[in-house]
T-cell receptor, first 116, second 116 residues
Framework: AQKVTQAQTEISVVEKEDVTLDCVYE???????LFWYKQPPSGELVFLIR??????QNEISGRYSWNFQKSTSSFNFTITASQVVDSAVYFC?????????????FGEGTQLTVNP | DGGITQSPKYLFRKEGQNVTLSCEQN?????MYWYRQDPGQGLRLIYY???????QKGDIAEGYSVSREKKESFPLTVTSAQKNPTAFYLC???????????????FGPGTRLTVT
C-alpha cells in the first residue's frame, strides 16, 4: 500500500535561514507521481510541483528547490533564504499511476514557521 | 477567472441534520474530489469522480454521499450517520488521467463545518 511520511511535524526558523522539509514515500508501482502543496493559514492548498518517477532531475524555482532520490524513496523540499510569507503547512503527496489512477495519498504535513 | 468555488466558507448545523456542501469548478476538469482535514492532520479522501454520472468511494466514505450530474459540480452531503462530522472539507479537481499522466489537483478554499 502507498504511504507518505513527513517526519517533521513542526519546524521553526528565523528569516533568511534555509530550511529543508523531508518527505519519504512507499509504493510498489514503478510509475508514480509526487507532489508538494502549500497550505497557508487561509486553508486553501496551493500546488507547488509535480514529479514523475522517471525524472530524477532536481528542480529549482526561485527560492524553492526539490531533491528527488529514488534510491532512498525521498522527495525533499528546500526553501532558500526563507521569508515570513513562507509560513504555512506543507504537504507531500503520492499518486500511484498504475493502481490508483488520479488519487493522491497525502503525508501528515509539516508546519513551517518563519520568524522575523 | 478560472477556479474552484466552495460555499459556504463556514457552516453550522445541529446534530442529526444532513448538510450539503457545494463545489463548483470552471476549469473544464473531468475529475473532482472531496477531502476531509482534521486539526493538525493531513487530508483524507472521501469520494472522487473521474467522469460525470460516476463516482468512487475514497478511504472514509461512510456517512457521506455525493452526486455528479454535471461536469462542473460535485456536491457532498454529510449525513446524520457520520459520527464526527466537524471538520474542514476541501474540494479539488484535476484533468483526468490520460495516457498514463497523472495531473495535479487544484483546490477550492474549503468549508469549515461545525456540528453541535
Amino acid at each position: 500500500a502507498q504511504k507518505v511520511t513527513q517526519a517533521q511535524t513542526e519546524i521553526s526558523v528565523v528569516e533568511k535561514e534555509d530550511v529543508t522539509l523531508d518527505c519519504v514515500y512507499e509504493t510498489r508501482d514503478t510509475t508514480y507521481y509526487l507532489f508538494w502543496y502549500k497550505q497557508p493559514p487561509s486553508g486553501e492548498l496551493v500546488f507547488l510541483i509535480r514529479r514523475n518517477s522517471f525524472d530524477e532531475q532536481n528542480e529549482i524555482s526561485g527560492r524553492y528547490s526539490w531533491n528527488f532520490q529514488k534510491s532512498t524513496s525521498s522527495f525533499n523540499f528546500t526553501i532558500t533564504a526563507s521569508q515570513v510569507v513562507d509560513s504555512a503547512v506543507y504537504f507531500c503527496a503520492l499518486s500511484e499511476a498504475e493502481t490508483s489512477g488520479s488519487r493522491l495519498t497525502f503525508g501528515e504535513g509539516t508546519q513551517l514557521t518563519v520568524n522575523p | 477567472d478560472g477556479g474552484i468555488t466552495q460555499s459556504p466558507k463556514y457552516l453550522f448545523r445541529k446534530e442529526g441534520q444532513n448538510v450539503t456542501l457545494s463545489c463548483e469548478q470552471n476549469l473544464n476538469h473531468d475529475a473532482m474530489y472531496w477531502y476531509r482535514q482534521d486539526p493538525g492532520q493531513g487530508l483524507r479522501l472521501i469520494y472522487y469522480s473521474q467522469i460525470v454520472n460516476d463516482f468512487q468511494k475514497g478511504d472514509i466514505a461512510e456517512g457521506y454521499s455525493v452526486s455528479r450530474e454535471k461536469k462542473e459540480s460535485f456536491p457532498l452531503t454529510v449525513t446524520s450517520a457520520q459520527k464526527n462530522p466537524t471538520a474542514f472539507y476541501l474540494c479539488a479537481s484535476s484533468g483526468n488521467r490520460d495516457f498514463g499522466l497523472t495531473y495535479e489537483q487544484y483546490f477550492g478554499p474549503g468549508t469549515r463545518l461545525t456540528v453541535t
